[in-house]
């Protein structure tokens, strides 16, 4: 299917998010939309998609003929798609419920008939999906998986892929690219949005780059990286150096810790952090890493060993005590768990500071919210709906939530769907918490932004955790390899 868009503009208020975007995708192509965070990218997309509609005066033009979509529902049913960063799935159902989901026909459908559907959709992609699984056993690729084939199966002849690759394995990727591949071979139109440079540049025929809502210019391949960088950002950016760790006293200490849930177990980690040092966790999702990190902050209790915050024995302990003990948890779900829907960052930033007489005193909040918006460069107002921000407007915002002092900040995917100019400010304002003392656990899924943030690494697989290594001297093929199983023997046991 071949779609155009023509003349599109929304603005949110003062925010103008799309301004007069002119963009045409033939079919079978490889369409992929670049840009920085709030560049406009996600809400050109829902407007495709018919998660929003556009200001008046502007058209979507499928196939030559002009269309109107004024929700999912009607973009399905004219045969558009679209897989959302965070899947928008019912992780308590089995994963043949989520598939039903959308179908039309009744409210008694056939059962046997769709799980004969499903098993045919998932070998045509070599989906390894068990349909009477429940979807919270899933990883982030696996329902990413189950999203691509139940859009597939309502019809879908256009799929608009929102930052596909965060939060999923080096392997799960590889796996997406070549289903996407695939699928533009048999004449699907693919439009793939993302911030991240080499992913594009490897998977896409051609690339739209936005820029502050504008459409800033196209290319083809092959492409010239330090030419999309301009046009992403207007000037040229770089990584810098890496900024080894001052490290101070013991933080944190792991004493023969085990940890288990239904899936796996992780047994005797023995482990010291010292203020001033980060540590990366890296590994593929579902290996351990998630359930140690929620260990470090009270949130899950250790079935054997003790956990040790700056000397003080808090094992067994809630989050409550570990928080008031200058320990701060950022989870990767940030509308589920970090942030609150429907509040505005005036009113987060009020609940995040410490009570003072019976009253809110709404007037300190604001200026409060002033102050942490410059501060943080959120693009956002004291006013606005949280859920309304960009997912790096979003992250941001969680930092600046953060209390003074900290003792141990841990976070889960910390730069998850952003840009490069977002990562290194995200990590300029982290690495200010090292100086201040705070040491930091982090959770991510890009190796290099591991082996360039990180003082230690730890690997995990499959419950297993390596011991401690010096980031400065691992290599991404090195972690690659110790994630997939290889290079185990010897590394059994964390212990430093």
């Not at 040229?236 to 177990?265: C, F, N, Y």
């Not at 899924?445 to 943030?453: G, P, R």
């Not at 003082?455 to 499959?462: E, G, K, M, T």
Request: charged residues 20%; proline residues 4%; hydrophobic residues 40%.
């Amino acid at each position: 299917m071949n779609v155009e868009l023509r003349n599109i503009h929304k603005h949110f208020g003062n925010v103008y998010a799309n301004k007069g975007i002119n963009l045409n995708v033939p079919s079978g192509t490889i369409q992929g939309i670049l840009g920085e965070n709030g560049a406009g990218k996600s809400t050109l997309m829902k407007i495709l998609s018919g998660f929003i509609q556009a200001d008046p005066g502007g058209e979507i033009i499928l196939d030559g003929t002009p269309t109107v979509i004024q929700s999912p529902a009607d973009a399905i049913h004219v045969g558009i798609g679209m897989l959302h960063q965070d899947p928008l799935d019912f992780p308590p159902m089995r994963v043949l419920d989520n598939f039903l989901l959308g179908q039309s026909g009744g409210l008694f459908p056939n059962r046997n008939a769709v799980a004969q559907d499903f098993k045919r959709l998932a070998g045509q992609f070599d989906f390894s999906l068990d349909p009477d699984n429940y979807v919270d056993a899933l990883t982030v690729g696996e329902r990413q998986q189950l999203e691509i084939i139940r859009l597939l199966w309502l019809g879908a002849r256009v799929l608009i892929l929102d930052e596909p690759t965060t939060g999923i394995s080096a392997s799960q990727k590889a796996k997406l690219f070549d289903t996407l591949k695939k699928l533009a071979g048999q004449g699907m139109t693919i439009i793939f949005v993302s911030h991240k440079l080499e992913d594009v540049e490897n998977l896409c025929h051609r690339v739209a780059v936005l820029r502050a809502g504008e459409l800033v210019g196209e290319t083809q391949t092959p492409y010239v990286t330090a030419n999309l960088v301009e046009m992403m950002f207007g000037k040229e950016i770089t990584l810098g150096e890496r900024q080894p760790a001052k490290a101070g006293e013991i933080v944190l200490a792991l004493k023969d810790v085990s940890l288990e849930d239904v899936r796996l177990r992780i047994k005797n980690v023995n482990l010291e952090v010292r203020s001033g040092e980060v540590i990366g966790l890296a590994g593929m999702e579902g290996s351990g890493q998630d359930l140690f990190i929620r260990s470090c902050a009270g949130l899950v209790r250790p079935v054997g060993g003790r956990i040790l915050l700056k000397g003080r024995d808090l094992t067994g302990k809630s989050y409550h005590p570990f928080k008031r003990e200058g320990v701060n948890f950022l989870p990767a779900a940030r509308l589920e768990e970090g942030l609150v829907p429907g509040l505005t960052l005036t009113d987060h930033f009020i609940l995040a500071e410490e009570p003072r007489g019976l009253f809110i005193d709404h007037a300190a909040g604001q200026k409060l919210a002033d102050e942490r918006i410059k501060s943080f460069n959120i693009r956002g107002a004291p006013l606005t709906p949280v859920e309304s921000l960009s997912g790096g407007n979003q992250q941001r915002a969680e930092l600046a939530l953060l209390q003074s002092p900290l003792s141990l900040v841990l976070l889960e995917h910390p730069t998850r769907g952003l840009d490069i100019e977002s990562v290194i400010y995200i990590w300029g304002k982290l690495k200010e918490r090292c100086g201040q003392g705070a040491s930091i656990i982090f959770i991510s899924s890009d190796l290099e932004e591991i082996l360039q943030y990180s003082d230690r690494v730890l690997v995990f697989f499959n419950g297993e955790v390596s011991d401690p290594m010096d980031a400065s001297k691992t290599s991404v093929e090195q972690l690659g390899q110790l994630i997939g199983g290889k290079g185990w023997a010897g590394k059994g046991e964390a212990d430093v």
